[in-house]
């Protein structure tokens, strides 16, 4: 019997059981609970998904689930389309998954609560990240549907309000497919242009999923990461996007975006009435202040006779004048003074007035003091300056001290 006996090994039977699910099942779509979801750093998703009776493995690869509008999670119901595999090294069969999809409102609730609860614990909804809302923006974005009530709302609202306001409209998809990368163009559209003070997105009422594109993380994180203050009007007052939680202002609705937005004209009217009240009571009040003080000014005694008022001050410039006369005089004579002493000083120190005394001095020829007798020899000639004059001489000899 062994003879007849046709053996396959392990991996041509998994081959041929792979073939067989393979073509039977090349497009199939899948309702479960998602179960130990885990999204790789690669970007690759693994996950099973699960019901009352049994369990699939699914993995979705990058490609495909860049697509994906909500973020996956334990416990969500979705429904998924792809084609079964199997994975011969261990001889285990998975759903290649290629699209998903929220199986229900429930599902999205969830998705947006995952989302939500994950931004919320990196800051992104924190006050101290969100900008100021001007308070007289001159040019103001728009990002929204261009046929929607939400713009003619907006629209109408400024032109009445404000209609110093420039409107700049950046048409935008605000539901399906792609509504979230549209808005995020906008917005980064508007940005580029460099003159806008203000961004508003939002549109008109819906559900859960009509609003599900504000929901989406890449909007999120756009408008979180934008320069300029954004303001997020989606929907009616009962509808909250987490785009709402992060904006710089929600606004409940479109309408109240455009008051928020803007000052009417009647307030500007009468904040500037109200600030000319007040500059007018201002100087009221200095006026009032400058016409009391030369009222005292008048009053004063010096102004009502100013001819005492000049004498006063000459019998004060003749006492000044007298003060310096006298300091000058003292100044004069203590350096005068001082400077007799130094001629006197000069006087006794003078070499002539010791000649006038009756003194003489011998030079030799080369103009050099004789001091002693033997700096002359017998014979060298030599001249003798008196008080008066001089007298040219002749050594005849060297006489004793005695002498």
């Not at 991996?11 to 130990?36: D, H, L, P």
């Not at 549907?145 to 950046?170: C, F």
């Not at 904006?247 to 309408?255: E, F, G, M, Q, V």
């Not at 009756?358 to 030079?363: M, N, P």
Request: charged share 20%; glycine share 8%.
């Amino acid at each position: 019997m062994s003879g007849n006996r046709t053996t396959l090994t392990v991996s041509e039977i998994t081959a041929q059981i792979k073939g067989q699910i393979e073509s039977q099942f090349s497009r199939v779509w899948v309702r479960g609970e998602i179960s130990n979801f885990k999204h790789h750093s690669s970007g690759h998703m693994y996950f099973t998904v699960k019901d009352a009776g049994a369990e699939l493995r699914c993995v979705m690869f990058r490609g495909f689930n860049q697509s994906i509008h909500f973020k996956p999670e334990d416990g969500m119901e979705i429904m998924i389309q792809g084609k079964i595999t199997v994975y011969e090294p261990r001889g285990q069969y998975q759903l290649m998954v290629q699209l998903m999809e929220p199986a229900g409102i429930g599902t999205l609730y969830l998705a947006f609560e995952a989302l939500k609860k994950q931004l919320m614990a990196e800051g992104l909804f924190d006050k101290g990240k969100k900008l100021p809302i001007p308070t007289y923006p001159q040019k103001i974005g728009i990002v929204t549907s261009p046929t929607g009530a939400a713009l003619r709302d907006i629209h109408n609202i400024l032109k009445r309000r404000a209609p110093q306001v420039e409107i700049v409209l950046r048409p935008a998809l605000v539901q399906g497919d792609g509504a979230a990368s549209d808005v995020i163009a906008g917005i980064l559209d508007l940005e580029s242009m460099g003159n806008i003070d203000l961004i508003i997105i939002g549109r008109g009422g819906g559900s859960l999923e009509d609003l599900w594109a504000f929901n989406e993380e890449a909007l999120v994180r756009a408008i979180g990461d934008c320069s300029i203050p954004i303001m997020s009007a989606v929907g009616h007052e009962t509808d909250v996007t987490i785009s709402d939680l992060v904006a710089d202002l929600r606004a409940p609705t479109p309408s109240a975006a455009a008051e928020l937005a803007s000052i009417s004209i009647s307030e500007l009217a009468q904040m500037i009435q109200n600030q000319k009240n007040k500059l007018h009571l201002i100087i009221e009040n200095q006026l009032n202040q400058l016409w009391q003080k030369l009222d005292h000014l008048i009053d004063r005694q010096s102004l009502q006779h100013p001819r005492t008022l000049i004498m006063r001050n000459r019998e004060r410039l003749d006492i000044i004048m007298h003060q310096l006369d006298y300091s000058m005089h003292q100044f004069l004579s203590m350096k005068l003074t001082k400077l007799k002493g130094f001629e006197k000083e000069l006087t006794v120190l003078n070499p002539l007035d010791i000649l006038h005394r009756g003194y003489s001095i011998a030079f030799s020829e080369d103009g050099s003091i004789v001091r002693q007798a033997d700096d002359l020899n017998v014979g060298a000639p030599f001249v003798l300056k008196t008080g008066s004059g001089s007298i040219a001489a002749e050594k005849k000899k060297t006489l004793p001290n005695s002498e």
